[in-house]
């Protein structure tokens, strides 16, 4: 498809286990986001990716929290040992290099994860 | 402070009214500004950017006061499919751009 998509859209897990979360982003985007929402809540900055590299991991809440990217393509968001707390819409966005001027990043649907 | 300021909201207007909302950046250095429009339990989407002279589009308004550091939304007329959260977003180029989402002012509009 054109836009980003992102996989699983829903995911219940038990506490204790690892999920893989998976965002596919626009064909020729550089530029990758990952996004946090909890219910009710505003967007957090979790990781950006230029190509492959990450230069800000900064919004990594915790180091049970991991991302790549691979290809300049397809990325991965893996939170270790959830816990009740990661249970949040994890939204990924891509972009072309005229973000400043544009700033229009490309959302995908996100992936809620619910965390019992 | 926090980067990026908003009122949260709800603000509840009718049919037909105008209605602001401000949002305040602590950056100086911050360059680009831009409003985003999330419907509920929906993605975020680019509604307009904020230039320093003011821009129109269609019933949206957007102003930049760099010198006090805000931006703003004006909606004239509100049409029910208005309803949503609007965040502002500001861009600060250190390298590369580092967007910074404001928490949204959520807007429900009633007949």
Redesign the interface.
């Known amino acids: 498809g054109a836009g980003v998509s992102q996989s699983p859209s829903n995911k219940v897990t038990e506490k204790g286990k690892d999920v893989e979360l998976r965002c596919d982003p626009i064909s020729g985007h550089t530029?990758l986001?990952w996004?946090r929402q909890r219910l009710g809540?505003?967007?957090e900055?979790l990781i950006?990716f230029?190509g492959n590299s990450a230069?800000?991991k900064s919004g990594l809440p915790s180091d049970r929290f991991s991302a790549e990217r691979t290809g300049e393509s397809v990325s991965t968001l893996t939170i270790q040992r959830t816990q009740q707390e990661d249970s949040a819409v994890y939204?990924c966005a891509s972009?072309n290099p005229g973000?400043?001027?544009?700033?229009?990043?490309f959302?995908?649907?996100?992936s809620r994860l619910t965390v019992l | 402070r926090k980067e990026v300021e908003q009122d949260p909201g709800p603000f509840n207007v009718p049919e037909g009214a105008t209605v602001a909302f401000n949002c305040t950046y602590s950056n100086s250095a911050s360059?680009?500004?831009?409003w985003y429009r999330q419907d509920c339990r929906?993605?975020?989407?680019?509604l307009m950017?904020v230039y320093s002279s003011g821009n129109e589009d269609g019933r949206f308004t957007a102003q930049l006061n760099r010198a006090s550091q805000y931006i703003s939304l004006l909606i004239r007329d509100s049409k029910l499919s208005d309803s949503a959260t609007y965040?502002c977003?500001v861009?600060l180029?250190s390298?590369?751009?580092?967007?910074?989402?404001?928490?949204?002012t959520m807007l429900l509009v009633s007949p």
Not at chain 1, 99 to 105: A, P
Not at chain 2, 42 to 46: A, I, M, Q, S, T
């Open positions: 530029a986001y996004y809540q505003g967007l900055f950006y230029q230069p800000d939204l972009s973000l400043l001027y544009t700033g229009e990043l959302f995908g649907e996100g | 360059q680009s500004f831009f929906k993605e975020p989407k680019l950017s965040l977003v861009i180029n390298g590369y751009s580092t967007l910074t989402f404001g928490k949204g």
